[in-house]
């Protein structure tokens, strides 16, 4: 069903409100996850001469951005709960923007990587194109975007108070590929069960030097 811009406004404000609202439950929830898989096929892809500019999209409270610096790099976060953005601000000790996934602003080829780690998926498909084209101008040529989404076949739409749509690989494949991407890698998590158990498709991409 078409979208219109009001009904997505109204998705992103309900989306974020449920993290506004959960910040700190979220926080405690997610704060020992290990993406160090994710962080490792990010930096690996990157080809520039360390220390890399990251964009950490959808960065929460800052767990990741923290580690990224911590790894010597220099790390920006973006959050659209303003909660979170500012827990991540006090975690990590690096600049976090705060802006609506739908609205971006971003410095044209700033950033060797973008890491958006469980972030993409609550784009809309209808305004997904637009979101992954800034990410595209916010990259230097080479630059990498790695991207983990939880998997499924297509299917879009609430999961209580949050949206989400549940790519799998092929339709993710025609959405990177049409904003201007190339596929690097993708495997599935977590590693070591069996696929059906394996519910997040990650995927590492590179936007064309020329």
């Given at each position: 069903?078409?979208?219109?811009?009001e009904d997505?406004?109204?998705i992103?404000?309900?989306?974020?409100?449920?993290y506004?609202?959960g910040?700190?439950?979220?926080?405690?929830?997610t704060?020992g996850?290990?993406?160090?898989?994710?962080?490792a096929?990010?930096?690996?892809?990157?080809?520039?001469?360390?220390?890399?500019?990251?964009?950490?999209?959808?960065?929460?409270?800052?767990?990741?951005?923290?580690?990224?610096?911590?790894l010597?790099h220099?790390?920006?976060?973006?959050?659209?709960?303003?909660?979170?953005a500012g827990?991540?601000?006090?975690f990590?000790?690096?600049?976090?923007?705060?802006q609506?996934?739908?609205?971006?602003?971003?410095p044209?080829?700033?950033?060797d990587g973008v890491?958006?780690n469980?972030a993409?998926?609550?784009?809309?498909s209808?305004?997904?194109?637009?979101?992954l084209s800034?990410?595209?101008a916010?990259?230097?040529?080479?630059?990498?975007l790695f991207?983990s989404?939880?998997?499924?076949e297509g299917q879009?739409?609430?999961?209580?108070?949050?949206?989400?749509?549940?790519h799998?690989?092929?339709?993710w494949?025609a959405?990177?590929?049409?904003?201007?991407f190339?596929?690097?890698?993708h495997?599935y998590?977590?590693?070591?069960?069996?696929?059906d158990?394996q519910r997040?498709?990650a995927?590492?991409?590179?936007?064309?030097?020329?």
């Amino acid at each position: 069903m078409h979208k219109t811009p009001e009904d997505l406004q109204q998705i992103t404000a309900q989306t974020l409100q449920h993290y506004e609202q959960g910040a700190q439950a979220f926080w405690e929830g997610t704060r020992g996850h290990d993406v160090s898989q994710n962080i490792a096929a990010l930096l690996q892809a990157i080809e520039a001469p360390p220390p890399f500019e990251i964009l950490d999209f959808g960065c929460g409270p800052g767990r990741d951005l923290k580690t990224f610096r911590q790894l010597g790099h220099r790390p920006t976060g973006l959050e659209g709960a303003a909660a979170l953005a500012g827990m991540a601000r006090s975690f990590s000790g690096c600049e976090v923007l705060h802006q609506n996934f739908l609205a971006l602003e971003l410095p044209a080829g700033r950033f060797d990587g973008v890491f958006a780690n469980a972030a993409l998926f609550h784009v809309p498909s209808e305004a997904l194109p637009r979101v992954l084209s800034a990410l595209h101008a916010a990259l230097k040529p080479g630059g990498v975007l790695f991207a983990s989404n939880p998997r499924g076949e297509g299917q879009e739409g609430w999961s209580g108070d949050r949206y989400g749509v549940f790519h799998d690989l092929a339709g993710w494949q025609a959405f990177m590929s049409a904003a201007g991407f190339v596929m690097l890698d993708h495997y599935y998590r977590p590693a070591g069960v069996p696929r059906d158990d394996q519910r997040w498709l990650a995927t590492v991409w590179r936007k064309p030097v020329a």
